[in-house]
Nanobody, 122 residues
């Protein structure tokens, strides 16, 4: 199983980025995909999750209305569209897969990909 996160970068406040999580060795019909972020000196924070039935959950109130998760089954890829970015969104963003229900807890996810850095300048 491999999860490859990409799409991070440096943007100014108010800018947008779209992160991609390309999955191989697993099927999105059987695995939920979550996005997590970790800022320097902080714990992992669950950002959003898309379930096997295409249910979508966004966890932190701080990103609701700005971040949107989606998936393309044909490409086995999950996306995180991030709009209206703020300096406090700066973090390493990682995607992870679970055969369980979507969860905000990182411990519910069996497979992890390497992260992609998102930096938002003020």
């Amino acid at each position: 199983v491999q999860l490859q996160a990409s799409g991070g970068g440096l943007v100014q406040t108010g800018g947008s980025l779209r992160l991609s999580c390309a999955a191989s060795g697993l099927n999105l019909d059987y695995h939920g995909i979550g996005w997590f972020r970790q800022a320097p000196g902080k714990e992992h924070e669950g950002v959003s999750c898309i379930s096997t039935s295409d249910g979508r959950i966004t966890y932190p109130e701080s990103v609701r209305g700005r971040f949107t998760i989606s998936r393309d089954i044909t490409k086995n890829t999950v996306y995180l569209q991030m709009n209206g970015l703020k300096p406090e969104d700066t973090a390493v963003y990682s995607c992870a897969a679970t055969r369980r229900l979507c969860s905000q807890s990182r411990y519910e996810y069996e497979f992890w990909g390497q992260g992609t850095q998102v930096t938002v300048s003020s």
